[in-house]
C-alpha cells in the first residue's frame, strides 16, 4: 500500500510474491520518484521487488532501473559525506 507521499511499508510485500508485470512496474515508479531523502528506502524496497521476481528475464527487465538507482544513491551519499566535493585519487 503507497501512502500519499510515495512510500510503500515492506511489511506490505509480506502478502505473498506480486505479479512480475506489477513488481516491475513498481520498481520504475520507483526510480522516476526517488528524492535525495528517500533513496535508502526506494532502494530498499526496490530490492525487496527485484528479489520477488521469478525469472532471470524479468530480473533483467529491471536492471536499469536498479542500476539508476544504485548509482544515484551513490552520487547523493558521496555528495553528502564529502561535503559536495569529489574525492581526488
Known amino acids: 500500500m503507497t501512502d500519499d507521499k510515495g512510500f510503500v511499508s515492506l511489511t506490505a510485500m509480506k502478502h505473498g510474491r ?3 508485470a506489477a513488481a516491475l512496474a513498481e520498481i520504475r515508479r ?3 520518484r526517488t528524492t535525495r ?3 535508502q528506502h526506494d532502494l ?4 525487496e521487488l527485484l528479489k520477488s521476481l521469478p525469472t532471470e528475464e524479468e530480473r ?3 536492471r536499469v532501473y536498479m542500476d539508476g ?3 544515484l544513491r551513490s552520487e547523493w551519499i558521496g555528495r553528502k559525506e564529502t561535503g559536495g566535493r569529489k ?3
Open 87 to 89: 574525492k581526488s585519487d
Open 44 to 47: 530498499a524496497h526496490a530490492i
Open 30 to 32: 520507483i526510480y522516476f
Open 18 to 20: 506480486p505479479d512480475p
Open 69 to 71: 538507482l544504485s548509482q
Open 60 to 62: 533483467e527487465r529491471a
Open 37 to 39: 531523502r528517500t533513496i
